[in-house]
């Protein structure tokens, strides 16, 4: 749809019928079943199953349907009719599926068999658990341990992620890289700093008592719609919702109940924020530099009327290092803030003085925080914010990032990192009797930088879409292939699969909706959500193929043949008992897993707590600290002539690297991805026209070419000299060095590009068919 100023956009609000549609859409192929609406019944309901969507809370009272069209999809998604099998194998080289789209290769459904990769055919061919595991362990045995890597994406259970970093220590390395250091990792590193706790000290009731929220860079229609309930409810209640975002996301401005049949038929929309500001990507340092010297102007006028804005008390006793950023927020010169945030002066005030007036605010953030050069300064600008007047460590107030996949948390919680100093390792090598290596493992980053120098030589992946997933995919890709050893664990078929090692074995396992019967009998698992919360997952659909194995027996088969006997670590019996494994978790971290067991199904889960929500500050100098930032821009690179700031987005029909669909209905984006999203000053400023077909060019200053082909030119609502694509198709483009400094999690919302036009090529834009396509990708 065109909107008066010629921007595409959505008339609806998030919500409402379109998100109906937006779940038949997807019911209405090969998923509808009658069993299929029953395991969605049970989703998020205490005793029933965990969404393997995203992380946000599963609340004691759950509504009816405690799932929302994303999370519908996620669900339906697994439990299609289509299976891709050892006669698709042998139909297709791996050479010929590389040309397939991500869309293509997830349509053939979930994988049934283990397969091992014969470089004689180029094909998959199936194999025995025995063979594959036996593989695995004689390479692993062969290699130097710190030449391996363990990956996980976010989705594994707790009981699954233990045993991985557990067989990761006792193999000998801890390259337990996972998908948040491409996401929230800067959440984990600053917090840590500033707070002394590395997750959000918001929980779910604080929705309910805050006054005011200050929103910046998380895209909550798309990407954990159940969060809209509360932000439903919240600005029903009058609270006060801010939003800093470059995109104006329907999610964030308006929103219709579909589960609310008067606000469905009647088509009442409620307003989410009361106030929504298009600041430039990178641009939240200089906000958030304004809105405080706004609450220290403000606490300057209020002093002289013997009144304070700012919680002095809190201050005094709780926090350090507030003269150093208070001059520098004095001296900051308000034509700097406007310059690089884009916004106005009066924009930033009136933002601020809500804050100045609010007695309990929360401040919410996303990737538009964390993916950014300086996405640190992002975060801990933010909790300077909060600190000035005591918005942490009280109820209806705190910090909340909003995590990614539903256990990418959880999976930190129970020792998957590569820093030695957050597990506790002397406890490990007591519990099962072994030397635990104590040096600093690899993350995203360093993984990639090691698989293109050669010195990673081996590659397991549980779960995830690696090669997708991480920047500079084209070089990531050639480099691939020399590593001697690849395993990937997964549920369906994708890219990462396609890239293999010299020696290749891709695992079929279960997924969270199946159920997972052992020797024992039937298992449940564990997960926790992004308000530190745990929740048992029990499923009771029937596997999609008998030959499926749970993660948890996958883990165990690898670990049991790479590593010598030691009694202490029964892999058989974990496998046959996933409660003993929840022993040995309490054991380990007794304080957040005590009685795990017995509390496994709490409704809304049991918390596993957070010291700063007490205003006890495990920091070095046992304070909150405020942090005077370096930088006034987020992006890392300086503003040039032609060089625009490229957003890289998720669309409504994505999960990640997973593209359900050719529909961003949010953004009013139908039919394919391959556009470049530009507001029509930029377009008319650039020569280029409305339907032009460009190519996005890397504009680092490193030399290397890294190029996108065939985008079309659509018109869209953002700030001057910002561009948007979406990921991963864009993920050529961003240089590995482009990275949030201290954290190294990718700066995938501030990619510095420049647009050259495809002579001559015109597409009609957004008309396209949602397409089968099998055009290369
Ligand atoms: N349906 C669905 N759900 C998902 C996912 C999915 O792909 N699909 N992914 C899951 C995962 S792993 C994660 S991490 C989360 C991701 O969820 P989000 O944190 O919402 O991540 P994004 O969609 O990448 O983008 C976040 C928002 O940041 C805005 N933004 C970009 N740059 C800036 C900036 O400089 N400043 C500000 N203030 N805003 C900016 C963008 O416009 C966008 O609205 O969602 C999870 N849930
Ligand atoms: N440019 C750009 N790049 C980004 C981002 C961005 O915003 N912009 N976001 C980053 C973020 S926040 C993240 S979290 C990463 C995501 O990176 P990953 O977590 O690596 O990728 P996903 O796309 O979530 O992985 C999808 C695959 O997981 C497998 N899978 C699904 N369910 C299961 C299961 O239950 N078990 C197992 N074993 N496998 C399963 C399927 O085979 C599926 O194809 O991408 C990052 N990359
Ligand atoms: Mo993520």
Known sequence: MAQEDGTVHYDGPSGGWGSLRGISSVFGKEWATPLAIETLMRQNKPGGFMCVSCSWAKPASPHQFEFCENGAKATLWDLTSRRCTPDFFAQHTLAELRGWKDYDLEQQGRLTHPLRYDAATDRYLPCGWDEAFHAIGRELRALDPKSAVFYSSGRASLETSYLYALFARLYGHNNLPDSSNMCHETTSVALKQVIGASVGTVVFDDLSSCDCMFFFGQNTGSNSPRFLHPLQEAAKRGVKIITFNPVREKGLETFTNPQNPLEMLTGKETRISSQYHQVRPGGDIAVLMGLCKHVFAADDAAQKKGRRVLDADFLQSHTRGLAAFEAQVRAMPWSEIVAQSGLTREAIEGAAQVYVESDRTIGIYGMGLTQHAHGFENIAMLVNLLLLKGNIGRDGTGISPVRGHSNVQGQRTVGISEKPELVPLDKLAKQFGFKPPRDKGLNTVETCEGILSGKVRAFIGLGGNFVRAIPERDRMEQAWTRMRLTVQVATKLNRSHLVHGEVAYLLPC????????????????????????????????????????????????????????????????????????????????????????????????????????????????????????????????????????????????????????????????????????????????????????????????????????????????????????????????????????????????????????????????????????????
């Open 510 to 777: 279960l997924s969270r909706a199946e159920e997972d019967i052992q020797a024992s009998g039937p298992q449940a698992v564990s997960m926790e959500d992004t308000f530190s919360c745990i929740h048992g997952s029990v499923a009771r659909r029937k596997p999609a193929s008998e030959h499926l194995r749970s993660e948890v027996a996958i883990v165990a088969g690898m670990a049991k043949a790479t590593l010598p006997l030691n009694n202490k670590v029964p892999w058989d019996d974990w496998v046959r008992d996933y409660a003993l494994i929840r022993d040995q978790i309490a054991e380990t971290y007794p304080d957040e897993f005590r009685d795990f067991n017995k509390r496994l199904f709490t409704p809304g889960g049991f918390y596993r707590g957070n010291s700063a929500r007490e205003r006890i500050w495990k920091t070095k100098s046992g304070k909150a600290e405020f942090t005077a930032p370096k930088t006034m821009s987020a992006t890392g690179f300086e503003d040039a002539p032609g060089r625009f700031r490229l957003i890289t987005m998720r669309s409504n029909d994505q999960f990640n690297t997973t593209i359900y669909g050719y529909s961003d209905r949010l953004r009013g984006i139908e039919g394919t991805r391959d556009v470049l999203l530009m507001n029509p000053g930029d377009i008319q400023r650039a020569g280029l026209r409305e339907g032009q077909v460009v190519s996005l060019l890397s504009d680092a200053e490193d030399g290397v070419d890294r190029r996108v082909h065939g985008l079309v030119v659509t018109p869209f609502s953002l700030p001057d000299g910002c561009i948007g694509g979406y990921y991963p198709e864009m993920n050529p483009l961003i240089p590995l060095s482009h990275h949030d400094e201290q954290s190294k999690t990718p700066a995938a919302k501030s990619v510095p590009v420049r647009i050259r036009a495809e002579d001559g090529i015109l597409r009609a834009p957004l008309r396209e068919p949602p397409g089968h396509s099998t055009r290369p990708a």
